[in-house]
Each structure stands twice: as structure tokens, then as C-alpha cells.
């Protein structure tokens, strides 16, 4: 198993660009997540999905959309990316949601200049 | 929404001393998790717990979770390098099955 990965490792971008940010995982897990980590700030939820076609927002969804057509992949896109918007970016996933480990990719380091 | 306050931010040790970092919630709590982010890594889960008073261990480290369910700890007894990185915890929020995760404790162990 791969578990969960995440492409590209890093990026740079353009204020007003846009981009996705691929996230797949191999495990059939249904639930996945998108989350930010800023410097001391921790993980902050963007968007989660609890299966194919299903997905809703986290504490910070501005800036960013989601999609599900599989149970594997879960893009973010970012669309007229922001300065605000430099941060690392996790996505996760796991079985069952609530009280169930989250397997976590190794992340996109992502700078918008 | 709930949060779950963590502290100390930073803690600095000597290797060998021992960590203590605390997870605080003004709620109950149905469960809570941690999980441990080495440097330049992504974050791994260690472990969760979801009793009243309930205590784990994992070698040199101990998990706790209060008996009124609003706190939890991580204790790691005499430290070593290999402990450095940030541990957070993560507990269900605002009345959502999702956790929140809290700001996270930086372990940093000197030689």
C-alpha cells in the first residue's frame, strides 16, 4: 500500500493563479480530508469528504474548492491564489470518521508570490 | 466552536529529562487522539483514548484522559532525540464527529 499521496511536493505560484493540489489513497477509506498547517498555527480543516460525491467544509473553506468523484482521489483546488494562502497543505484520510485513525500524506509545501 | 486548548507551545529539555504536554477543553469530550509531526514530516498518529480516567503507555510514553473528559496528557519519560517534533491532539468539535486539532506542542531535546 502506498497509503496516501499527495502531488506536488512543492509549488510556487503567482498571485491570481490557480492550481490543484492532488491527494489519493489506496486504503478504501472514506473519509478524506484537506487541511492547512501555518507555522504554530496546527492543522486546520479546509474541506472534508465522507465518500464519493459527498464533501462539506471545514473551519477555513474560502479560496478553496473540493471535488469526490472517486473513493481514492480528492483534489483541492485553489482558485486566484492568495499570499494568505502560503502554508503546507495535509490531506488525510481514514476509515470512519470521528474516533478513527487519520492517515496523513506527506504534503504540499505551496508559496504564492 | 469547542477547541481544545494546548500547552506548553514550545518545551526545551535536556535529554533525559522528562515532557508533559496538556490538552484542555471548556466541554466534554467524546474521545480525543494525538498524533506526532517530526520536522519537515506529516503528522502520525500515536494513539487515542476515549474512557473516563482512562491511562496508556507506549514505552516511554503515557497517555491520559481526564476523569471529567475535558483534559489529556503526554508524558514522555527520560527524552531523547528521537522525540523531537510537535505533538498534537485532536478531539471532536463544536458537535461535529470531525476532530479539531490544537496548536500542537514543539519538543525540542538538547544533547
Known amino acids: 500500500n502506498a497509503g496516501v499521496t499527495q502531488t506536488p511536493k512543492f509549488r510556487i505560484l503567482k498571485i491570481g493563479q490557480s492550481m490543484t493540489l492532488q491527494c489519493a489513497q489506496d486504503?478504501?477509506?472514506?473519509?478524506m480530508y484537506w487541511y492547512r498547517q501555518d507555522p504554530g498555527m496546527g492543522l486546520k480543516l479546509i474541506y472534508y469528504?465522507?465518500?464519493?460525491?459527498?464533501?462539506d467544509k471545514g473551519e477555513v473553506p474560502n479560496g478553496y474548492n473540493v471535488s469526490r468523484s472517486t473513493t481514492e482521489d480528492f483534489p483541492l483546488r485553489l482558485e486566484l491564489a492568495a499570499p494568505s494562502q502560503t502554508s503546507v497543505y495535509f490531506c488525510a484520510s481514514s476509515y470512519y470518521g470521528g474516533p478513527d485513525t487519520q492517515y496523513f500524506g506527506p504534503g504540499t509545501r505551496l508559496t504564492v508570490l | 466552536g469547542q477547541q481544545v486548548m494546548q500547552i506548553p507551545q514550545y518545551q526545551h529539555v535536556q535529554e533525559g529529562e522528562d515532557f508533559t504536554t496538556y490538552c484542555n477543553s471548556s466541554t466534554t469530550l467524546s474521545n480525543i487522539q494525538w498524533y506526532k509531526q517530526r520536522p519537515g514530516g506529516h503528522p502520525v498518529f500515536l494513539i487515542q483514548?476515549?474512557?473516563?480516567?482512562e491511562v496508556k503507555k507506549q514505552k516511554r510514553l503515557t497517555f491520559q484522559f481526564g476523569e471529567a473528559k475535558k483534559n489529556s496528557s503526554l508524558h514522555i519519560t527520560a527524552t531523547q532525540t528521537t522525540d523531537v517534533g510537535t505533538y498534537f491532539c485532536?478531539?471532536?468539535?463544536?458537535?461535529?464527529?470531525?476532530?479539531?486539532f490544537g496548536r500542537g506542542t514543539s519538543l525540542i531535546v538538547h544533547p
Open positions: 486504503m478504501n477509506h472514506n473519509y
Open positions: 483514548l476515549v474512557k473516563s480516567g
Open positions: 469528504s465522507v465518500g464519493a460525491g459527498i464533501t
Open positions: 485532536a478531539a471532536p468539535s463544536g458537535g461535529s464527529y470531525i476532530p479539531t
